[in-house]
């Protein structure tokens, strides 16, 4: 599975939008990109995921590039319940599994 | 609905002991995944089951670890002779069908002294 690169952690001010760069540049043709955020004690919880093309849900934007190696999570006004590690993973089919790997993702805090 | 629920949400225990950590996933999901998360780490995959048989258990660290699925929905994972390197948060995650989206549980704290 490709692996992914994220900043360790950035900060948002409350309201404004909070843009989470995600690089993948081994990615491959079949492969997802799914985005997971995790508030502190919790498990992780499911945001939004996209293969090419930029994908809208209520909780998040994701933003594609057209040669798919990296990929942008748009929370368009971030609140202070949006303060969380935010986990970018690109998943596929290898030998028959499913499994996500993850990185240490971005710790994103919002400020007041 | 409801979501996955583990328990215990919180297990400590002695170092050699034995224990269990139980995974419910949501209703009707065939896929059932387990993860284990350090501190300041994100999860890694320990286990895969797609009904009643682990498709992949590539995670496991070792044979003290070991996890059913007997009758393709309730999950156990079990841990023998347990050390302190064993302290983690264990995640159990459910997709309706294996490769579609994952959603996981609270975890379970486990602690061993």
């Known amino acids: 599975d490709a692996k992914t690169t994220q900043p360790p952690s950035m900060d948002c001010a409350e309201g404004r939008a909070a843009n989470l760069p995600c690089n993948h540049s081994?990615?491959?043709?079949?492969?997802?990109v799914y985005w997971y955020r995790q508030i502190h004690s919790q498990g992780p919880q499911y945001i939004i995921h996209g293969l090419k093309n930029n994908e809208t849900n209520e909780m998040a934007s994701l933003i594609i590039t057209e040669d798919r190696k990296s990929s942008t999570l748009i929370l368009p006004h971030a609140t202070l319940r949006d303060t969380a590690v935010y986990y970018c993973?690109?998943?596929?089919?290898?030998?028959?599994?499913?499994?996500?790997?993850f990185g240490t993702g971005t710790r994103l805090k919002v400020l007041a | 609905g409801a979501g996955v629920s583990q328990t215990p949400s919180n297990k400590v225990t002695e170092k050699g002991k034995y224990v269990e950590l139980r995974c419910d996933p949501i209703s009707g999901h065939t896929a059932l995944y387990w993860y284990r998360q350090s501190l300041g780490q994100g999860p890694e995959f320990l286990i895969y089951?797609?009904?009643?048989?682990?498709?992949?258990d590539s995670g496991l660290p070792n044979d003290r670890f070991f996890a059913v699925r007997p009758e393709g929905s309730v999950s156990t994972l079990k841990i023998q002779r347990t050390e302190r390197g064993d302290s983690a948060v264990y995640l159990c995650?459910?997709?309706?069908?294996?490769?579609?989206?994952?959603?996981f549980g609270p975890g379970t704290r486990l602690l061993v002294l």
């Open positions: 089951f797609q009904g009643t048989g682990a498709a992949d």
């Open positions: 993973i690109v998943r596929g089919v290898s030998s028959g599994t499913y499994k996500y790997i």
């Open positions: 995650a459910s997709s309706s069908v294996g490769g579609e989206t994952q959603y």
């Open positions: 081994t990615i491959s043709g079949n492969e997802y």
